[in-house]
């Protein structure tokens, strides 16, 4: 596995941002696309949020997912939002959560030791929504991160092209020195924190891949274009300022996912009444 650049290392000093090109091949998004396909079709008859063992299927609805009133909102039958732990029923979400190109950065990042506590895929689809609001990760984090603006990276994947037109994901660069804020709290007002004219959407072609600090303020808009915009998203922790999460590297060994020693729980597997406050993305 080779080691982030200098160049990357700087970038991600300077904004703790960072845009990797190509990390997944063809084959990889083939099987990824095949699995969003999967996820949908399990999600087709569900009328409500729902769970498949540890696994949460958060159905769309028209509205800011951080909007106060979204309890009140009427569910679209079988149109899927996110889907948080797709790899309790998806051996290729399981499988490419802990790709060697992918780790390979994160290990750049944050070391040899890891553990993950973030495994989710998000639908944007065409016509559908509003997108999601001003937010900063360390929001839904559990208790037990230690020093989370250091200490965790979240990685979200194109599996689509991701821009402008179809609401691609959009961040605000350097935006972490800002510190911790509860933007999420009501999208109307989450603007007179920060300047989103300084917001950024790069053009992610499929396979690219976006790293992020916990602190960076992010989300996307509504997709008005004609195309699907499908991003695969996994965070991973310092396994020595974490008390929980799923070990994926030791020593800058990547574990086997059906090891033992990669058997504990992620974050709120356990925890089903958690999930729906727990927005990663």
């Known amino acids: 596995m080779s080691a982030l650049t200098a160049v990357d290392l700087e970038a991600w000093r300077e904004n703790r941002v960072l845009v990797l090109r190509g990390v997944f091949g063809p084959d990889d998004l083939a099987e990824m696309r095949a699995g969003c396909d999967a996820l949908v079709r399990q999600a087709s008859e569900f009328g409500e949020d729902a769970y498949v063992g540890p696994t949460y299927f958060n159905m769309m609805r028209d509205c800011d997912p951080f909007d106060p009133g979204i309890a009140g909102r009427k569910v679209m039958k079988g149109v899927v939002r996110r889907v948080t732990y797709p790899y309790a029923v998806s051996p290729v979400f399981n499988k490419h959560r802990s790709h060697p190109r992918l780790l390979a950065a994160v290990r750049g990042i944050l070391g040899d030791d890891l553990v993950q506590i973030v495994n989710q895929v998000n639908f944007n689809h065409p016509g559908v929504g509003t997108g999601w609001g001003w937010h900063q990760d360390w929001r839904f984090r559990k208790q037990g991160l230690e020093g989370v603006g250091d200490n965790f990276v979240q990685t979200l994947a194109a ?21 911790p804020l509860a933007l999420d709290k009501d999208p109307s007002t989450a603007e007179q924190f920060f300047d989103a004219r300084e917001a950024v959407t790069p053009e992610l072609a499929p396979g690219d891949v976006v790293f992020f600090n916990a602190l960076t303020i992010h989300g996307s ?46 974050e709120f ?13």
Do not use: W
């Open 221 to 266: 808009t509504a997709n008005r274009s004609e195309r699907q915009r499908r991003v695969f998203i996994n965070g991973y922790a310092r396994r020595s300022a974490c008390a929980h999460g799923k070990p994926v590297m030791l020593r800058g060994r990547i574990l086997d996912s059906a090891s033992p020693e990669a058997s504990p729980e992620m």
């Open 269 to 281: 597997e356990s925890q089903p009444a958690k999930l729906p406050l727990t927005s990663k993305y």
């Open 159 to 179: 599996i689509d092209h991701s821009g402008i037109a179809n609401g691609g994901f959009r961040f605000v660069p350097g935006s972490f020195r800002k510190g």
